[in-house]
C-alpha cells in the first residue's frame, strides 16, 4: 500500500485522498469490523473543532478535505491542492454504492420529519438497511441510553447530522461505547436526502460555488461562517502555518 498523505491545515492533519481509496478503506474497517471515524473538514471544521486535534494523533480518526477554502489554504501553505474535494453529501452515497453487499445504517440528528424521509432515501434509492434512527430535537434530548440503543440496531454504519462542531463532539465522545464499525460527521446531508432543502444546481457545485447558493438561501445561518469565521481560518491558517 502506498504511504498515506497528509496536508496540515492549522495543525489538522488532513488526508489527501480520492472518494475511490478512501471508500475502499473505510469498506475493509467495515467487513473486518474495524472502527473508523471520518470527518469532513472545511473552513468551519477548522475553526470550530479545534478541540479535536487531540485525537488525531488516533489513526482510526480520519479528516478529509471538503471545499474550495481548504484547497487555498493548502496552495498558501505547502504550494499544493487536495486530489480531490471530499464532502459529505457526495461521498456518503458513493460509499454505499461501492460495497458488495448493502450496510446497515443508524441515522441520528436532523428534524423529525427530515430523518424519516432520509431514512426512506437512503433504502429506497441508495439501497441500504436503514437499522434505526433518532431525531436531534425531542429524540436525542429524551434518548435514556442512545448508546444501547444504537448498539441494539447492530448498525454497520452511524451518520451523524448535528452541524459542527457539535456532531463533531458527540462523535468523540461516543464512539468508544459504540459498537458500529464507521461514524461519520454528515451535517446537512439529512435535509438533502428528504428534500427539505435543496442542492445547488450542477453547475454551481461544478465551480465550487455551493458555498455561495446556500449563503443566498439561509443568508441570517450563514453570513458569519462565510465572512467572519473565515477570516478567523486564514488568521489561524498563518499563525499554525
Known sequence: MDKEKFILISQFPVLDTNRVNLAERL?????????SVLLFANTNFIVTCRFILEYTKDPSVLIVSDGVG???????????????????????PFLFQSGTRPLRVFLLGGKPDVIQSAGKFVEEKLGQ?????????????????IEGSINDANPDV??????????????IEH?????????????????????????????????????????????????????IDILVFLRQCYRYR
Open 27 to 35: 469498506l475493509s474497517n467495515i467487513y473486518h469490523q474495524k472502527k
Open 70 to 92: 481548504m484547497d487555498i489554504a493548502a496552495r498558501l501553505l505547502h504550494g499544493t491542492s487536495f486530489e480531490e474535494n471530499l464532502n459529505g453529501t457526495d461521498f456518503t
Open 129 to 145: 438497511v436503514i437499522v434505526g434512527w433518532c431525531d436531534g430535537y425531542g429524540g436525542l434530548r429524551d434518548a435514556k441510553d
Open 158 to 171: 452511524v451518520l451523524v447530522a448535528l452541524g459542527n462542531p457539535l456532531q463533531e463532539k458527540w462523535i
Open 175 to 227: 464512539r468508544d461505547k459504540i459498537n458500529a464499525s464507521l461514524l461519520i460527521g454528515v451535517g446537512a446531508l439529512f435535509d438533502f436526502w428528504s428534500g427539505d432543502k435543496a442542492r445547488a444546481p450542477r453547475m454551481v457545485q461544478r465551480l465550487r460555488l455551493e458555498w455561495l447558493y446556500r449563503l443566498f438561501l439561509e443568508p441570517r445561518r450563514l453570513l458569519r461562517r462565510y465572512t
